[in-house]
């Protein structure tokens, strides 16, 4: 068997990662960052991931450690060595997995940042009142109707913003009031459309339509490589609006709004498996996070109605 270097092996599990497990754009960029910091960490000590022992693992951790990277960094880098040397062991590449008995640092699931129901009604009511002001050019009023659409499909859907910024515009005529996503791992999932959302959508097409000529295969256009508006773009529009509405922009992502989503949906009596399947979650155990909104709600109700609680 011929000698292959250390790039093309992680290549070869990073073409694994896209074709057999529909791995996204960024999460092989991410996967390919973590382990060229690893190949190049055994480089300087004249080794490959191909002639990697246990103990250069864990010395390459314990660099991690002196520059003093968080435990989730950490757990991200080992988890990556990890699926690499498991990858050339069962493809024939290695004769043992070297990784196999390490074992991570710990870490808790840290519980996700929301918005407040009343924080999302001042970001709705900004954005609306922005976009019923006439006194600016067609330009801004195309750019607020889109933050607007954007601000409403995300709180009604959860919609990752990946998911959002790609959607195509076939998803404003959508019938039934709902959409179809493509997800993680290239699945599919319906996801119901409030009115309010669809209506924003309405909007947002119709300025659309005056604003260029034809139409365009993406809801939220752009003159971008990829033709859609950016996740970038989108998240900075978002915490310029929660600045406008007087919250803190550093609280605000489309990220965020996903979690509030999730959790003004189950602390309303929403099922968890049904948040899941909204989410595109594969493991109910990735939902049962926001489940921290139920306990509070829970106690409130302890503390505020059961005839013993002292006043």
Known sequence: M???????????????????????RNTLDAYRRDLEDYSAF???????????????????????AKRHLAAPSVARRLSAVRQLHR???????????PAAVLEGPRRGRPL????????????????????????????EQLRVSRLVCL??????????????????SSSAHAEGGTIIVRGKGNKERLVPLGEAARRAMKNYLKLLGKAQAGVSRW??????????????????ELKALAEAAGIEPRKMSPHVLR???ASHMLANGAD????????????VSTTQVYTHVLDERLKSLVRDLHPLTDD
Do not use: C, W
């Not at 990858?87 to 997995?97: C, I, N, T």
């Not at 968890?272 to 493991?283: E, I, N, P, S, W």
């Open 2 to 24: 011929a000698q292959q270097k250390p790039f093309q092996l992680v290549d070869l599990f990073l073409d694994m990662m896209a074709t057999e497990r529909g791995a996204s």
């Open 42 to 64: 055994l480089a300087e000590k004249s080794l490959g991931v191909e002639t990697a022992s246990t103990e250069h693992i864990r010395a390459y951790l314990a660099v991690l």
């Open 87 to 97: 990858f050339l062991y069962a493809e024939g590449k290695r004769k043992e997995d």
């Open 112 to 139: 996700p940042k929301i918005l407040s129901i009343d924080e999302v009604s001042r970001l709705l009511d900004t954005a609306h009142a922005a976009a019923n002001n006439e006194n600016v050019s067609v330009t």
């Open 151 to 168: 601000l409403e499909v995300l709180y009604a859907t959860g919609l990752r913003v990946s998911e959002l910024v790609a959607l195509p």
């Open 219 to 236: 809801l939220f256009p752009s003159f971008g490589e990829s033709g859609h508006l950016t996740r970038q773009h989108a998240a900075r």
């Open 259 to 261: 979690h509030a989503f």
């Open 272 to 283: 968890l498996r049904v948040v899941q399947a909204l989410l595109g979650h594969a493991d």
